[in-house]
């Protein structure tokens, strides 16, 4: 079973940026569907990007579209979210997510409860 540790997150101000980063424990495989959620308390877990592997294809929330970047670095087994001109709805706890898919049309369908691999999860507050 694939395991993933998550960096602090941290608290910056409404249009700052903050990079949270999620170590794989093993090698991260072509056939890898990687994604980050959010969840703030009271709501459903919101996948704001998601990424496959294979082909490098990634996809963004509507919410985070433009500022938000997932990145997989093989070499170093991580996967990563560059938040920019962050803003106080951002605010949540965030999680990474892992499984394997055949296909990227297989790996974008997938929403929260069909991911078997989580983080452990790191709060982001975003301050006016």
């Known amino acids: 079973q694939v395991q993933l540790i998550q960096s602090e997150g941290g608290s910056v101000q409404a249009g700052g940026s903050l990079t949270l980063s999620c170590l794989v424990d093993?090698?991260?495989?072509?056939?890898?569907?990687m994604a980050w959620f959010r969840q703030i308390p009271g709501q459903d877990r919101e996948r704001v990007a998601v990424s496959f592997i294979g082909n490098k294809h990634r996809e963004y929330s509507d919410s985070v579209k433009g500022r938000f970047t997932i990145d997989a670095n093989k070499p170093k087994k991580t996967l990563s979210l560059q938040m920019n001109s962050l803003k106080t709805e951002d605010t949540a706890m965030y999680y990474c997510?892992?499984?394997?898919?055949?296909?990227?049309?297989?790996?974008?369908?997938?929403?929260?409860?069909?991911?078997?691999?989580w983080g452990q999860g790191t709060q982001v507050t975003v301050s006016s």
């Open positions: 997510a892992a499984d394997t898919r055949s296909s990227w049309d297989d790996c974008r369908t997938r929403d929260a409860s069909e991911f078997r691999t």
């Open positions: 093993r090698q991260i495989f072509d056939n890898y569907c």
